[in-house]
C-alpha cells in the first residue's frame, strides 16, 4: 500500500494524518452548521449530512447522518462499513467524477469545533499493558509480585464510566477525593495531588452481541480506535482500590481523540501480540496479527511554556489485543453495545522513556522529570496541557489519529462549602 | 399515614403491594399493547400511554409517555415528579371524577408481561452492607482483617455493567468463565460452579449533575426503587478480581423488580443508618434519616419444587444510604446521569438467617443449607428459581415491590465449540 491521491490537495502529503488512506470518522460543528457526521481528508472534513442529502452517498434506506454521531454507521455492521468507506475513497479520490458536487461539501477543519464521534454506549478499561503492570506491580508489590497470577492469562479489566468520556481540547477540572496519606492515620476530603494521564488507544465496538463471542468474531466487531487518556487521580486511587478496583480515581474525565480511524485504515499495519510467557487457554489464542504498529507520543506543556515530550512508545507493546479484549469481556455473556469503548490499559515499553503515565515516568513521585522548560514534574501541575499523539507509518503515507489533549485547571474551592 | 382509597377495589386490601399508597411505575406489554408506561394500582395497570393521549394527564408541552419507559419523566425533576403523583392520585382515588374515563385504560396485571421500566444509563454497585462486608472479609481475609481500611469512611463501590440489567422473570444463564481451583497450578474456561444471588436494593437517579452534590441533593436526585440481584459467579470473581475488582463474575445479569416505588412513596418509612463506629466526613455525613425501612426476603425454589424461605432480613442494615452513595459517587465530578442505576450493596443483617447470599449462607460452601424439599444447596442448580420480595408496612398497608425473580438456565455447552 503506498499513498492514494485526492483532489483534495492537502491531503496527499506523505506526513499528513489525513490523507485518502485514512478517512477517519468525526463529529464537527462550525458558525454555521449545526453538529454532524464528517470525514477528514487532509485540511478539510467532507460534510456527510449534506452529502447525503445531496444524495451523493446512500447506502441505506433510512438517513445515516441525520443525527450528530457515529452509532447508526456502526450498528448497520462490517458489509456497510466497507460499501461506505469505498464510496467516500471514490468521492474524494483524485479524478473523480464527484468532485464538482463534493468540493462545496468541504469544511476547513480549522473552521471547525470537534465533538464526541459517538455515544459511549459503555466504558471498560484494562490493564494490558505488560510493562506498565510490571512497573505499577513493583512499585506498590515488589518485583517478586509484581504480576498478579491472573495477568497473563487474562486481559485484566474493569468497568469504567462512560459519563467520563469527553473529547480532545475538553479542559480537565482537579478532582477532589477521599485521601488517606500514609503519615496520617485518617483520611481527609482534599483535591488530589498526584493527578496522572495514562496514554492508551480505545477500541469502539461497532455491532451487538448477546453470548460470547470468539477472538476472530470481536475483530470483526471492532469498529476503530481512539487515543485515549484516562486520566488517573493516583492518591485516591490508593485509598478507595481495595478491594473493588479504581473508582473515582477514574470518573473525572476520559479524554479521546475527535477522530475514529477506522480498523479498515489500520488495516496494512496489523502486527502480533508480543511473544507469550505461557500459553493462553483456547479461546484467547491469538488466530492472526490483531494489534497494530502505531506509534504514539506524549508531551507535556506547562501553563505559556513550550511543550515537553515525555514518553514515545507504540501499541504493539500490549499484550492482549482488543480483540482478545472483547473476546474475554463476552465470556459470561455480557451482552455488548454498538458505542462500548474498551481502553487498552496503559501502553509503556521496556525503557523508561516510553512509560505511559507520570506515576511511572517519576516512579511514583520520586524521581521528578526536567522538563524543556527547566520545570520539574512529578505529576501534574494547574495549566498543563497533556497531549497524546498517534500515527501508523505506511510507505510514503501517514495515518494519523489527531491529537487527545487536555488542560488541567484547578481544583474548585471545598464543593461543599457554598 | 395510613391506607388511602381507592375506586379499583383490589388496591383497598391492607396487605395489596400496590395500594393508592403506592402507585409505582412500570413498563407493560399485552397482546394488545406494545410496551409503554403503567402506574399499578391493585390488581390493575393504569395505560399511562393511553391517559395521556386522552388528555387526563398533561402536565407538559410535549408528551411525556409516548415512550416505553420513565426516563423522559425523570429527566422533568422534582416537581414534576410530585405534581404527576398528585394527578394520578386523584385520577384512582375513590370518589374521582375521573373514574368513569379513567376505567377503560386499565388493563389486568394478569394480562400484562413487564419490561424494563426505564433504559439504564449505567450501573454502580456498591458493598455498603457491613454484615455482609464482614462476613465476606472473615472468609478471605480473616475475623481481624475482615473489614478493608476504607470501609467505614467511604461507601466502597465499583462500576457494573448496565447491559446486563434485565427485569424481573428473565431467565439467568449459567455463565462460562476462566477460574482457577486451588488444587491446579492452572485456571481453566469452565462453567461457574459457584453462581451466587446477591440480594439489595436498586436506587435510580433521576436528575443528571455534573460536579459534586451534597448528601441532601443527592437525597432529591433519587426518583425511586427496586429491588435487585447481582448475580455473581464466585469463583470467577476469586480469580478475576484483584487488583481491579470484579468483572465477567458479576456480567452475565442483575435483575430488578419491574415496578419502581417512588421515594414519595417511601417517604413514611425513612429512617436512619445503623450506628457507626467512627465519624464521617463532612460531605458523607447523614443529615437526616434517608434509609428505608423495607423488609426483605429471598425465596429459592428447586425445579418443580416447592420454594424455601433462604433469607429476611430489612434495607435497614445498610451503612450508607443511597443518598450517601451517590454523594461519594459525585466526589470527583463524575457526571450522573437521569437512569444510572446504584446498587446498594448485598443486605445481610446480622445472624445466618438474614444473610442475602449463598456464599454468607453456606459460609463459602462449607456449610449446605437444607431446603423445604429436602434438597440441599451451597449455590445455585440448574432449574432453581430465585426471588426476591420486599415490603414497607404501614399502618393498615403495605407499599410492595413485586417479586423480582429469575430461574437458572444451564450452561451453554462450550460456546467456542460450534
Keep these: 500500500m503506498t499513498l492514494l491521491k485526492s483532489w483534495v490537495a492537502s491531503a496527499n502529503g506523505p506526513k499528513h494524518p489525513f490523507p485518502l488512506n485514512n478517512l477517519p470518522y468525526g463529529v464537527f460543528s462550525t458558525d454555521t452548521f449545526d453538529p454532524r457526521c464528517g470525514v477528514a481528508i487532509g485540511d478539510m472534513i467532507l460534510d456527510m449530512r449534506r452529502a447525503e442529502e445531496a444524495g451523493l452517498v446512500s447506502l441505506t434506506d433510512d438517513a445515516l447522518f441525520d443525527v450528530p454521531f457515529w452509532n447508526e454507521v456502526m450498528e448497520e455492521g462490517p458489509e456497510l462499513w466497507s460499501a461506505l468507506r469505498k464510496r467516500i475513497t471514490q468521492i474524494v479520490a483524485e479524478g473523480s467524477p464527484d468532485r464538482e458536487r463534493a468540493e462545496p461539501l468541504l469544511v476547513p477543519q480549522a473552521e471547525a469545533e470537534m465533538h464526541l ?60 477525593g477521599q485521601l488517606k496519606s500514609p503519615e496520617h492515620d485518617k483520611p481527609a476530603f482534599l483535591p488530589s495531588r498526584r493527578f496522572d494521564l495514562e496514554l492508551e488507544m480505545g477500541a469502539i465496538v461497532g455491532t451487538a452481541s448477546d453470548g460470547p463471542v470468539t477472538v476472530d468474531e470481536a475483530f470483526e466487531m471492532i469498529f476503530g480506535y481512539v487515543l485515549l487518556n484516562d486520566w488517573s487521580a493516583r492518591d485516591i486511587q490508593a485509598w478507595e482500590y481495595q478491594p473493588l478496583g479504581p473508582f473515582q480515581a477514574k ?97 509503556s515499553g521496556p525503557t523508561k522513556p516510553e512509560r505511559g503515565s507520570l506515576l511511572e515516568l517519576s516512579w511514583g513521585g520520586k524521581e521528578p522529570l526536567t522538563l524543556e522548560s527547566g520545570e520539574s514534574r512529578t505529576f501534574l501541575e494547574d495549566g498543563d496541557t497533556l497531549t497524546l499523539w498517534g500515527a501508523a507509518h505506511g510507505d510514503g503515507y501517514t495515518i494519523g489519529f489527531g491529537e487527545c489533549t487536555g488542560t488541567i485547571l484547578p481544583a474548585l474551592d471545598n464543593p461543599y462549602e457554598r
Aim: charged share 20%; net charge negative.
Design 117 to 176: 464521534p459517538f455515544l459511549v454506549a459503555e466504558f471498560t478499561d484494562f490493564y494490558a499493558g505488560k510493562h506498565h503492570a510490571v512497573n505499577v506491580g513493583t512499585m506498590f508489590r515488589g518485583a517478586e509480585n509484581a504480576l498478579p497470577p491472573n495477568w497473563l492469562h487474562i486481559p485484566i479489566g474493569y468497568n469504567g464510566r462512560a459519563s467520563s468520556v469527553v473529547v480532545s481540547g475538553s479542559d480537565v477540572r482537579r478532582p477532589w
Design 251 to 347: 470518573a473525572t474525565a476520559t479524554s479521546i481523540s475527535p477522530w475514529i480511524v477506522t480498523a479498515a485504515a489500520l488495516e496494512p499495519f496489523r502486527c502480533d501480540t508480543p511473544e507469550r510467557e505461557v500459553d493462553l487457554l483456547d479461546h484467547l489464542k491469538d488466530t492472526g496479527p490483531m494489534l497494530y504498529d502505531i506509534d504514539l507520543a506524549v508531551s507535556l506543556a506547562p501553563e505559556g511554556k513550550p511543550a515537553t515530550e515525555i514518553a514515545r512508545t507504540n501499541y504493539r507493546e500490549i499484550y492482549y489485543s482488543s480483540a482478545q479484549q472483547l473476546a474475554h469481556h463476552s465470556t459470561s455473556g455480557c451482552p455488548m453495545t454498538p458505542g462500548d469503548l474498551l481502553g487498552s490499559g496503559t501502553i
